[in-house]
């Protein structure tokens, strides 16, 4: 059975910094994309980042020189550092697995980010 359990969510003034993590169990991250998603109240899911097996990185342009995506594949996790965050960062944050060129993907519970002075 696939899991992927998000960790490191919370409450941070604006300015602040946080970092996400998403462990695997059930797959092997290597072989997949993967990312981070993020659902704002009464709003659509939204790409965060992503990075390919080849560690090539994509990131929302909201949130490139502030976010960073880094993945370990030998430990099936993935994170985010999170930097100078703003209130319009809050969301639900989801972690995201999808095996390239097949229906295979995967999303975590979410971890709750909240940016609030």
């Known amino acids: 059975q696939v899991q992927l359990v998000e960790s490191g969510g919370g409450l941070v003034q604006p300015g602040g910094s946080l970092r996400l993590s998403c462990a695997a169990s059930g797959i092997s991250f290597s072989f997949y994309v993967v990312g981070w998603y993020r659902q704002a109240p009464g709003k659509q899911r939204e790409l965060v980042a992503t990075s390919t097996s080849g560690n090539r990185r994509n990131y929302a342009d909201s949130v490139k020189g502030r976010f960073t995506i880094d993945r370990d594949n030998a430990k099936n996790t993935v994170y985010l550092q999170m930097n100078s965050l703003k209130p319009e960062d809050t969301a639900v944050y989801y972690c995201?697995?999808?095996?390239?060129?097949?229906?295979?993907?995967?999303w975590g519970q979410g971890t709750q980010v909240t940016v609030s002075s």
């Open positions: 995201n697995a999808q095996r390239p060129a097949t229906p295979l993907g995967y």
